[in-house]
């Protein structure tokens, strides 16, 4: 990298720092506690190369006065505040020589937060549980953001050291040590990572550097600088933080969050670059996959054009959620206002990807969406719930607390067994019934308002406009409620959570063995849905070599008339709610699929 620590093999190392609005800067070593000048250029580069070993720890002064950790720290063990720790990259010895990838069709991802997945909440103990993930049939490891925040409690999202491993989940070579175990168990791993904002607390790059916009804004504060002056070096800056992510820890793909947020008016788009450099390195050698999270749902990014792959291999599909959630729930606040025709939203988004493709969206009073009808089922991920739509709720409440059993069952047969690419909410297998919650660790200045402003975003639902309704929400910067948001394993097994278990593992390994070598062709299915009354679909997916798919669903509470089975749908894969061979409507909470060697007409 051409930022931050390099050591050589003589026991040196080469500092840099990008900091054109600093007068001086200097190399602060922490145990001498010395001071060492750095040569600055034209460009505002400052360098130096000292005896400095791995293990070294450091900072740099800023104009004599304020001390900083380096923005491309590599470790950072004293957390976002304290000193840099040298770390030589070449120094962990990794197993996974003969590892390539997993394609496309077989992804299955499993969303986990290192800090609650297990107890102890570090990369050691989230190793020792991975045995279990390939007993389930998942195949991708989900991260949410390792990258450094401050204190030892969050999501991730408001990380500052975009190249430092949290120091709370363990040191680098025991997030390596992670990713080398998945990879002799067949298990990709894929990282969320964030270039929409740096988090507030521990950002000390605005004191030397223009890495903030001055021009844009996002939802959660001050955009990152990917068009303005200085903007070449901060697009350097975070292009190589991807490279990193996926070479220096063998990584095998990234999830962009928020890339509606990402503010760039340049020439291309830095998603784009970004695409096109991961493509051009590590993605040309081995199986890279580059999703998007993008609530304005635009298919550009996923649609090739002639003669090329697109970089970027799929998005996650919210409105999948939404119907899905509507059907099950009956919630119709908020954005679940846009899916009052929920079954037949669920069936265009099942047979074409998004719901909304350039409609009119009520709730965000504008057109939301391009045409994705074309694109693959793997240009897409669903989910039944995420980390998202489980703690940006008051309570953190899960699906399994807000929708009936047989209401659930049905659901997971849609999510599993249609062809767009699944995504599990650790402890979604087993029904896991504890909240996931909203949780940080902030400095006195910042957490109270964090508090605060977590009661007051509720502020405008009905349920919560008293203000004792309001003080019932957890406190994120209590213990008590990242407490509450770890996994408890000792209910994996107990009667109640073993039946949800052995759905889910039945169900993946029939989507491993029946489904996914229908998405390993390169031309997309041909695909039709329907809603069938107020509840129901039908969706058949037209694969090459004459094969066809259908899933068949009532996800309400009353039948809805539909003769079936006809046996042109072929055989029955699986089938929950149904009784008997033959029907003339479909009972409530039921779904069904079928393979047929020859297509339907």
Request: glycine share 10%.
């Amino acid at each position: 990298m051409p930022f931050g620590a390099e050591p050589g093999a003589d026991g040196t190392t080469r500092f840099a720092l990008w900091a054109p609005d600093a007068h001086s800067v200097e190399l602060w070593l922490e145990a001498p506690k010395q001071a060492v000048p750095m040569e600055r250029d034209a460009a505002g580069w400052a360098r130096v190369t000292v005896p400095a070993p791995p293990g070294t720890r450091y900072r740099y002064r800023i104009d004599g006065a304020t001390l900083v950790p380096d923005p491309a720290s590599r470790f950072q063990p004293e957390d976002v505040h304290g000193p840099s720790e040298v770390i030589d990259p070449m120094a962990y010895r990794w197993g996974d020589e003969g590892w390539h990838g997993i394609p496309a069709e077989r992804l299955v991802f499993y969303e986990l937060h290192v800090g609650t997945f297990t107890p102890e909440g570090t990369f050691a103990a989230a190793r020792a549980r991975l045995d279990h993930l390939v007993d389930l049939g998942v195949t991708a490891v989900e991260l949410m953001p390792v990258a450094d925040f401050p204190g030892a409690r969050g999501w991730g999202y408001d990380g500052v050291l975009l190249f430092a491993p949290e120091s709370a989940y363990g040191r680098p070579e025991e997030l390596k040590a992670l990713v080398d175990a998945c990879h002799a168990r067949a298990l990709a791993v894929i990282l969320d990572v964030v270039y929409n904002h740096f988090g507030p607390e521990g950002n000390y790059l605005g004191r030397y550097a223009p890495f903030a916009s001055p021009r844009h804004r996002t939802p959660w504060g001050e955009a990152v600088n990917f068009d303005g002056p200085g903007a070449a070096v901060v697009r350097e800056f975070v292009v190589h933080n991807a490279l990193y992510w996926l070479e220096e820890y063998h990584l095998d793909g990234l999830r962009l969050d928020a890339v509606h947020a990402i503010r760039d008016d340049s020439p291309e788009h830095i998603v784009m670059s970004l695409g096109r450099a991961v493509a051009a390195g590590p993605g040309a050698v081995r199986l890279i996959h580059l999703v998007l999270e993008n609530d304005a749902n635009e298919a550009r990014w996923l649609t090739p054009t002639p003669g090329t792959r697109p970089p970027y291999r799929a998005q996650w599909n919210d409105d999948v959620h939404h119907v899905l959630h509507v059907l099950l729930t009956g919630e119709r606040g908020g954005y679940y206002a846009d899916y009052q025709a929920a079954a037949a939203g669920l069936a265009r988004a099942l047979a074409e990807g998004f719901v909304y493709q350039g409609e009119w969206s009520t709730y965000r009073r504008r057109p939301r969406g391009e045409r994705s009808a074309g694109l693959p089922p793997t240009a897409f991920v669903s989910f039944l719930q995420n980390h998202d739509q489980v703690g940006n709720r008051a309570m953190g409440e899960r699906i399994s607390a807000l929708a009936a059993p047989a209401a659930l069952r049905a659901a997971t047969v849609v999510l599993l067994l249609a062809p767009a690419l699944p995504l599990i909410f650790m402890g979604q297998e087993w029904g896991a019934p504890g909240p996931f919650l909203f949780f940080s660790d902030l400095g006195p200045d910042l957490g109270p308002a964090v508090s605060e402003g977590r009661r007051r975003e509720f502020a405008r639902f009905p349920e919560f406009a008293d203000p004792a309704a309001r003080a019932r929400i957890p406190d994120p910067q209590s213990p008590d409620t990242h407490a509450r948001s770890v996994l408890d394993w000792s209910q994996r097994d107990a009667p109640g959570h073993r039946e949800w278990l052995t759905l889910h593992r039945t169900l993946l390994a029939l989507r491993q063995r029946e489904i996914a070598p229908l998405l390993a062709s390169e031309a997309p299915p041909v695909a039709r849905g329907r809603a069938i009354g107020d509840t129901g679909i039908d969706v058949e997916w037209g694969f090459p070599g004459g094969r066809a798919l259908r899933l068949l669903a009532n996800l309400g509470p009353s039948p809805v008339a539909h003769r079936g089975p006809d046996p042109e749908w072929g055989r029955r894969l699986h089938a929950t709610g149904l009784a008997g061979d033959g029907w003339e409507a479909l009972p409530p909470w039921c779904a069904a699929c079928y393979l047929a060697e020859e297509p339907s007409r």
